[in-house]
């Protein structure tokens, strides 16, 4: 009689182990739902991180599509747990879910980004290669461009020049339209919003292949910069009061400012953050050096790569920049697969 309370425990003990296994295996069945970003950065950010996630830890992952502001309400939500490319602080849904504890944004994790308006510099300077004379020698500034509507005159809207932003649903979308208010700007250009991220890239390469002047938003890391040479204009300090009005789309009286000084970050979830504190170490150390990943995503467009193979090269061919974010068995596992 007296092994009866030991069998018993023994059962007991078995049953929980097998509950705590069941328990475990339920959490990793379940995926780890990334954003779907549309840009080439973001996308090649992406599919690294779940990669490292996959293959290091075993955790399944997908995608879930969605606009940058959608994706950031969707987060603080917990439908999705990880934007890979979050600017972290630009946009008001992300500031609110912040302040209130429901999303962290972890690491630095490209150094030197930037955003703000670009022309090619042969608008500027000329090519004498190409045999292109300058068309707007004094160009230096947004206040400069006054002067220039007709260099970068819209086709569809005669009389006016054109202002290539941002996809509607974009953060940036809202900041450059009221930035073209604050700096006078909106009675001579036409705010002209490409349908994706991709039909921006389009026109504006197309513009640059055939010589022709082009004024447009554009960010750095992308393939766009390491591919031509273009000059950013030059927009007053930033100012953190002004920056609020750009960032609001209802205030009528934007101030001029140039962008937040960018930091680069992963986007978590709060329950993410509290569940999955070994992914949470390695995305605080994600760093990605710009000139490489530069050039990973200038061979990802020329090549016409998906993300998800793009993220397998450069996970090939940078080991070095890579397995310092991961513990050393972790590191082996995600090399071991490639």
């Not at 339920?26 to 973001?42: K, N, T």
């Not at 030197?112 to 004498?128: H, L, M, Q, R, T």
């Not at 591919?227 to 009528?252: C, H, I, M, S």
């Amino acid at each position: 009689m007296k092994k009866i309370p030991t069998l018993l425990a023994g059962l007991l003990l078995t049953v929980g182990l097998a509950t705590t296994d069941s328990a475990a295996s339920a959490e990793r069945s379940e995926p780890i739902h990334f954003g779907a970003i549309g840009w080439e950065s973001g996308a090649l950010t992406t599919e690294i991180l779940r990669l490292i996630v996959e293959r290091g830890y075993g955790y399944p992952t997908d995608t879930l599509p969605g606009s940058t502001v959608s994706m950031e309400v969707a987060l603080a939500r917990n439908d999705l747990q990880v934007i890979a490319e979050e600017w972290a602080g630009r946009s008001p849904a992300w500031v609110k879910a912040e302040q209130a504890g429901q999303v962290y944004a972890l690491g630095d994790t490209v150094k030197n980004a930037e955003e703000g308006w670009w022309v090619p510099a042969y608008v500027i300077e000329g090519d004498s290669a190409r045999q292109l004379k300058p068309v707007a020698p004094d160009l230096r500034n947004v206040d400069d461009l006054k002067r220039y509507p007709q260099v970068f005159r819209d086709p569809e809207a005669p009389g006016k020049g054109r202002f290539l932003n941002s996809p509607t649903g974009w953060t940036s979308e809202t900041v450059n339209s009221q930035k073209l208010k604050a700096y006078g700007l909106d009675e001579l250009y036409n705010n002209f919003r490409s349908g994706s991220g991709a039909a921006m890239d389009a026109e504006i390469a197309a513009a640059i292949r055939r010589g022709k002047p082009v004024l447009f938003y554009y960010w750095n890391p992308t393939p766009l910069m390491g591919r031509y040479k273009l000059v950013r204009l030059e927009e007053p300090p930033f100012d953190a009061q002004a920056w609020a009005t750009l960032t609001d789309p209802g205030n009528p009286e934007p101030k001029g400012s140039r962008s937040l000084p960018a930091k680069l970050s992963i986007g978590v979830s709060k329950a993410f953050h509290q569940s999955h504190p070994e992914l949470v170490s390695v995305f605080e150390r994600v760093d990605l050096p710009i000139d490489r990943l530069n050039k990973a995503l200038a061979e990802m467009s020329e090549k016409r790569t998906l993300p998800r193979d793009a993220a397998l090269a450069f996970l090939r061919d940078n080991r070095e920049v890579w397995k310092p974010w991961l513990p050393a068995d972790v590191a082996a596992k995600v090399e071991g697969s490639l």
